[in-house]
């Protein structure tokens, strides 16, 4: 749990302020910027399933001390960047896309620490997984904090700091990590160089619908900012959306978390894809709508907490369900499917709604249109999800 903080803190103390750099330091437009950040994304979590199935062959220890190799080249690479003269921007872009290769490599690895850890604890009516939010979301908010502190040194020392957070993880990790984790002590020799996950068309299809919770929960970056622009309110109501989301997981993470064990992993997912449904629903509605000023921030207030829900209540449970999908074979390529898989929903769904977003303009049918086409995808997994489930894999709940 330590370990997910430290983790946040390094990455969003630096993470938040790149296209501020791209955009300011290097002048590049908004387009290329949000290509720029696009990639860096998928390169992260569309290479989860490497990094998984690098954790089944070589142990989570030694993934994640690779990853966290990785990552601190990349943020060095940010830094040497800066520091060049001229700046570099081929240097600044490596830097990008190398920060996301680190974290796909050691968040599925940690996911498999946490997987066997989880398995230990029978009984329990939050998961490891529910805590691992909780921890990963007090980084994301000291993270920027620290970013912020240091960004008057310049954009080299924020990534030079975030780059020395991980190389004290890596080294503290390297002696505390266990050598072997449960899932390779069961790995079947005869799998051994096989990617489990890929022969599993039920789970396949259970990670395909669960991909739906990251494409809305990626709104928080994406539609949502950009609609609090449309309406011309300043940035800093953007900042206010994040701290509110912070503050909902915070606060609601483990209650959330609690409710799903008592109504199961089915209604707890059709749960979470249905409030994000919601949201979308009620976005759609006000898009049509010529509302008051304080009527649509109200609505988006709204819209933002049935999402942050929706993620709180699917997200943790699914992961939970993994290790029964595995039948104890490595989960390291599980947990890397079903992120790459959301990686790869969202990279798709972006493309789709940006290009919706670009053609509306005022209250109409086609403002519409891309809440619309957000909404159905979590209603067609809300519908199909327990059809994924076989009901031995469904988590006994305590008493």
Partial sequence: ???????????????????????????????????????????????????GALAD???????????CAIRVTGFLAWAGSLWSSPMLLWLFIAGTVTTGLGGALFSPAL?????????????????LFAWLTLSGEVGAVIGPLLGTLLLPLGFEVVAATGAACFAVIGVALASLLPRT?????????????SIPALHDPRFVMFA???AVDLLA???????LPLELDRIGTGPELIGVMFAWVSILT?????????????VGARTALRAGYLASA?????????AVIALAPGIHLAMIGVAVSGLTFGHLAANPTALSLVPGFASGQPTGSYFGLLASLGGLAVLVGNLAVGRLLDGAAGPSGASALPWLLLTAPMLASALLIPRAIPREQIPKRPG
């Fill in 1 to 51: 749990m330590g370990t997910q903080t430290l983790f946040n803190v390094g990455f969003y103390a630096v993470v938040p302020f790149v296209a501020v750099v791209l955009s300011g330091d290097f002048g590049l437009a908004a387009t290329t910027v949000g290509l720029v950040l696009g990639v860096r994304t998928f390169a992260q979590q569309g290479m989860f399933l490497v990094g």
């Fill in 217 to 223: 929960y990626n709104q928080l970056y994406l539609t």
């Fill in 57 to 67: 062959r070589i142990g989570a220890r030694a993934t994640i001390l690779i990853g």
């Fill in 111 to 127: 996911n498999t620490l946490v997987a066997d850890a989880d398995a230990r604890i029978p009984g329990r009516r939050v998961t």
């Fill in 208 to 210: 395909a619908l669960h």
């Fill in 278 to 286: 919601g949201a979308f629903t009620l976005l759609a509605g006000e």
């Fill in 250 to 262: 915070l606060t609601l993470q483990l209650p959330v978390a609690r409710w799903c064990s008592r």
């Fill in 181 to 193: 984790s449960n899932s390779q002590r069961r790995d079947p020799p005869a799998r051994r160089g």
